[in-house]
């Protein structure tokens, strides 16, 4: 069925790092992806999104690409900071619905 | 507009009790959606509504869990009776077709349940 895998965690960086959160999707329709992130102690709220592919869905500095020929929606930031620090997740639409797949989630820790 | 209200936000009962939980979503939003998170499992979707009518309920883990949705503002998620492994942080999340807010869903704060 359609699904999302995302790198296990936890992931520590210090400040300024570069972040790579790796996302694969099973490649069934033409789903829309997403990232997500929870702060400690509150729900998910919506980071980023790309409808189709080669879209670059962009946000705070984050960034993730669409590519349908790797099946991929990575996650990138160029220089993270201590208030990054969260859970990050994954997700796709499953076929025409509402309903969202999630991956397990990445926990990203941020050293100052 | 204040979000996706959940209350309450810690619940602890014992073994065998009745459990409510209550979600306001986002005025406006069509779509409803019931989440339990546990550090085993992840996010795993229990139910969602649309108008208010349950459209899949396949994620509900057994007849002791149940969700009804009276009208567009308001939801509960109800566990009778309740089991130490329901203990989790359930969440829920509303959102619109309108406003081309496809598929975004605006999580509620959550509520810990803890089941001795």
């Known amino acids: 069925g359609d699904s999302v895998t995302q790198m296990e965690g936890p992931v520590t960086l210090s400040e300024e790092a570069f972040l790579t959160i790796n996302c694969t999707y099973t490649a069934t329709g033409y789903p829309s992806l997403f990232w997500y992130v929870q702060y400690p102690g509150e729900g998910l709220q919506l980071l980023l999104k790309a409808t189709k592919a080669d879209d670059k869905g962009s946000n705070k500095g984050f960034e993730a690409t669409y590519r349908k020929e790797t099946t991929s929606f990575h996650l990138e930031k160029g220089s993270v900071q201590v208030s990054d620090s969260a859970v990050y997740f994954c997700?796709?639409?499953?076929?025409?619905?509402?309903?969202?797949?999630f991956g397990k989630g990445t926990k990203l820790t941020v050293n100052p | 507009d204040a979000g996706v209200i959940q209350s309450p936000r810690h619940e602890v009962t014992e073994m065998g009790q009745e459990v409510t939980l209550r979600c306001k979503p986002i005025?406006?939003?069509?779509?409803l959606f019931w989440y339990r998170q546990t550090m085993m499992r992840g996010l795993e979707l229990l139910i969602y509504f649309n108008n208010n009518v349950p459209i899949d309920d396949s994620g509900m883990p057994e007849d002791r869990f149940s969700a009804k949705m009276p009208n567009a503002s308001f939801s509960t998620l109800k566990i009778q009776p309740s089991e130490p492994r329901d203990s989790a942080v359930y969440f829920c999340?509303?959102?619109?077709?309108?406003?081309?807010?496809?598929?975004?869903?605006?999580f509620g704060p959550g509520t810990r349940l803890t089941v001795l």
């Open positions: 005025s406006g939003h069509d779509y």
């Open positions: 999340a509303s959102s619109s077709r309108l406003a081309g807010f496809w598929n975004e869903q605006f």
């Open positions: 997700a796709r639409t499953w076929g025409g619905s509402e309903k969202l797949v």
